[in-house]
T-cell receptor
Framework: KAGVTQTPRYLIKTRGQQVTLSCSPI?????VSWYQQTPGQGLQFLFE???????NKGNFPGRFSGRQFSNSRSEMNVSTLELGDSALYLC??????????????FGNGTRLTVT | GENVEQHPSTLSVQEGDSAVIKCTYS??????FPWYKQELGKRPQLIID?????GEKKDQRIAVTLNKTAKHFSLHITETQPEDSAVYFC?????????????FGKGTLLTVNP
């Protein structure tokens, strides 16, 4: 089975712009969650999508949004980019809802740099 | 919400020694505790997990222990090897209710010196 695929791998954007990141989960996985990884802060939960519905959201501003399509692929959008948004954004898929003892399978991430 | 504290933030050991990483959690309802390993430049990968109805779980050189009363759990790596060098993340999750999510610790950078 193919793993979780995230595109693009690298992005350089300017403050004020917006960006869309894409995630294709493992075939058959219905849950997709997104995490922001920055040095010293670990993995911070952004949101989880299951059956095209956002099921949970972390403590991030409304500039961060996402969606999930009927084939379970997910996109994450960040509007009005700020310098502090520079980070590695990781997508993870799981067979079932996050934390129903269902392991997360991570993608390689999208490295976003905001200048 | 859940809060997970992880210690130490960095750990350096000699090859062959043991390494222990500790995590505490705040939500007594949490009942699933996975550990992820992230090698430099790579994706995090699950290495072991434990449910709240189990006190200890082993898989070859790694083991995880859970103390529900004290709300802490630990990762133990024995006979460490250079390939164990990575960042390790603990996490806690509540499988009850509808507000599912995994809360991660901030990570421990383990360096195994040959």
């Amino acid at each position: 089975k193919a793993g979780v695929t995230q595109t693009p791998r690298y992005l350089i954007k300017t403050r004020g712009q917006q960006v869309t990141l894409s995630c294709s989960p493992i075939s058959g996985h219905r849950s997709v969650s997104w995490y922001q990884q920055t040095p010293g802060q670990g993995l911070q939960f952004l949101f989880e999508y299951f059956s095209e519905t956002q099921r949970n959201k972390g403590n991030f501003p409304g500039r961060f949004s996402g969606r999930q399509f009927s084939n379970s692929r997910s996109e994450m959008n960040v509007s009005t980019l700020e310098l502090g948004d520079s980070a590695l954004y990781l997508c993870a898929s799981s067979l079932d809802r996050v934390s129903l003892y269902s392991p997360l399978h991570f993608g390689n991430g999208t490295r976003l740099t905001v200048t | 919400g859940e809060n997970v504290e992880q210690h130490p933030s960095t750990l350096s050991v000699q090859e062959g020694d043991s390494a222990v990483i500790k995590c505490t959690y705040s939500d007594s309802a949490s009942n699933y505790f996975p550990w992820y390993k992230q090698e430099l430049g790579k994706r995090p990968q699950l290495i072991i997990d434990i449910r709240s109805n189990v006190g200890e779980k082993k898989d070859q050189r790694i083991a995880v222990t859970l103390n529900k009363t004290a709300k802490h759990f630990s990762l133990h790596i024995t006979e460490t090897q250079p390939e164990d060098s990575a960042v390790y993340f603990c996490a806690a999750s509540d499988s009850g209710g509808s507000n599912y999510k995994l809360t991660f610790g901030k990570g421990t950078l383990l360096t195994v010196n040959p």
